[in-house]
């Protein structure tokens, strides 16, 4: 399901976010539910929530009928804390 979930999201999902410099990958995928997190400029985006429901899930749940739900993932990957923590250390 992951395979088939990625290939819309490159084919439909992510020409439209181009255009404002974003795209978006699938990070999970459990329980009929897709969790997506949004790159680029879509990452920081205030409106990204309403991306998610008005975009991507639109799109998501319309090509693919075994997806119940699409979330929007706000989870930090552990490099960028580990980042986060030197800075703030003040390490090099």
């Given at each position: 399901m992951e395979s088939i979930?990625?290939?819309?999201?490159?084919?439909k999902v992510d020409p439209l976010l181009a255009s404002?410099?974003?795209?978006?990958?699938?990070?999970?995928?459990?329980?009929?539910?897709?969790y997506i997190k949004l790159t680029g400029e879509c990452s920081t985006c205030p409106s990204a929530q309403y991306t998610i429901e008005d975009v991507v899930k639109e799109i998501i749940m319309g090509e693919i009928p075994e997806v119940k739900d699409v979330v929007l993932?706000?989870?930090?990957s552990e490099d960028m804390l580990e980042m986060a923590r030197k800075l703030l250390k003040k390490e090099k």
């Open positions: 979930i990625t290939k819309v999201l490159k084919e404002h410099f974003g795209g978006a990958v699938l990070t999970a995928f459990e329980n009929g539910i897709a993932d706000t989870s930090v």
